[in-house]
């Protein structure tokens, strides 16, 4: 019994070996040319016109930009700035100096909206919302 148990085993993997090898008749499988994964793309910058710009104690705009789009608002002079609508409280965000960011949502009623700074008269800009 022995002897017939391990003469059933050799003809089995015999048959597994045969039939893996190509011993069949369907023709062997086209390997395929391996996989080469894409590359991640990552961007920390913003998109274009999405952000507002605080340099020499002057407001950088975008030409325009879109109802309800987010602004970064990035502030490279040492001295704190506010971004402050002219009228209706529509927006009021203050930006610290020295690399300081701040985030600001744009009005969703196209138009333009005026703006300066809190602490410094003479900073003026305008924001057009199309």
Same mark, same amino acid.
């Given at each position: 019994?022995?002897?017939?148990?391990?003469?059933?085993?050799?003809?089995?993997?015999?048959?597994?070996?045969?039939?893996?090898?190509?011993?069949?008749?369907? =023709?062997?499988? @086209?390997?395929?040319?391996?996989?080469?994964?894409?590359?991640?793309? #990552?961007? *920390? $910058?913003?998109?274009?016109?999405?952000?507002?710009?605080?340099s020499?104690?002057?407001?950088?705009?975008?030409?325009?930009?879109? =109802?309800?789009? @987010?602004?970064?608002?990035?502030?490279?002079?040492?001295?704190?700035? #506010?971004? *402050? $609508?002219?009228?209706?409280?529509?927006?009021?965000?203050r930006?610290?100096?020295?690399?300081?960011?701040?985030?600001?949502?744009? =009005?969703?009623?196209?138009?333009?909206?005026?703006?300066h700074?809190?602490?410094?008269?003479?900073?003026?800009?305008?924001?057009?919302?199309?």
């Amino acid at each position: 019994m022995g002897r017939l148990v391990m003469l059933m085993s050799s003809s089995l993997l015999a048959a597994a070996v045969l039939s893996g090898c190509g011993g069949g008749s369907q =023709p062997p499988a @086209q390997s395929a040319a391996p996989l080469t994964p894409l590359p991640v793309v #990552t961007s *920390t $910058a913003p998109a274009p016109g999405s952000e507002i710009v605080i340099s020499n104690m002057s407001y950088t705009v975008p030409p325009s930009v879109k =109802p309800g789009q @987010q602004l970064t608002i990035v502030n490279k002079d040492s001295a704190n700035h #506010t971004v *402050t $609508a002219d009228e209706n409280n529509l927006f009021d965000v203050r930006i610290s100096g020295g690399g300081g960011t701040e985030t600001l949502t744009a =009005p969703t009623t196209p138009g333009t909206y005026p703006f300066h700074c809190k602490y410094h008269a003479s900073m003026n800009g305008v924001l057009a919302v199309a």
